[in-house]
């Protein structure tokens, strides 16, 4: 399985199945950002956001996507949805990896939805807060659910971001282990777990 992080929360999940892009954004939308021309199987958004949403920004290849996928419902505060609405995570299962994107997710997860989970190999989770989970949050999750790998996202970092949301290193000072990687794509390596796994910005 690969992953290729487009910024804010886009990517590229490559597998034996096919492939799939998370929560592509539409041009303009995320500060420092500019999304390439991108095809896949399949595309999976979180919600209906413009920063998220931009289903169209991908060609579809055709082909049917053979993985498994599993979609749960959530909320994008912690109102119960009434500030920002629904979000939705996903859960991709292939070549015997678990891999769950989290969408704008804006609260702790209920047992419910963590039974619903099970397994996590790979967690793709916002850490900047003000419209979703912060850093303590964000971690909060990733211990509730026993995520092997965990890979922030939805971050301010220089010259890239919106100004309201937080930096990385709130997050990373709680990481026991951190492996920053020298480019933007990563072929999935569960030798490396537990670990926080950095894109290169």
Wanted: proline fraction near 4%; glycine fraction near 12%; include cysteine.
């Amino acid at each position: 399985m690969k992953l290729t992080w487009y910024g804010h929360s886009c990517f590229l999940l490559e597998s034996a199945h096919g492939s799939v892009v998370f929560d592509p954004y539409a041009p303009g939308k995320v500060p420092g950002w500019t999304l390439p021309a991108l095809e896949a199987d399949a595309v999976l958004c979180s919600h209906g956001h413009s920063d998220h949403g931009y289903a169209e920004g991908v060609k579809l290849t055709g082909r049917p996507y053979a993985a498994a996928v599993t979609r749960i419902g959530s909320f994008h505060d912690d109102c119960g949805g009434a500030l920002r609405g629904e979000n939705t995570i996903s859960l991709v299962e292939d070549e015997g990896i678990r891999a769950v994107h989290m969408g704008d997710v804006g609260c702790a997860l209920t047992a419910e939805q963590i039974a619903a989970l099970g397994r996590v190999d790979v967690l793709m989770i916002p850490v900047g807060g003000h419209y979703t989970v912060d850093a303590d949050g964000a971690w909060e999750i990733a211990r509730s659910l026993g995520a092997a790998i965990v890979i922030p996202m939805h971050y301010r970092g220089r010259g890239f971001g919106y100004a309201e949301i937080g930096k990385l290193e709130p997050f990373l000072r709680r990481a026991q282990k951190v492996v920053r990687l020298g480019g933007r794509s990563w072929t999935v390596d569960l030798a490396e777990a537990p670990a926080t796994v950095v894109f290169r910005a």
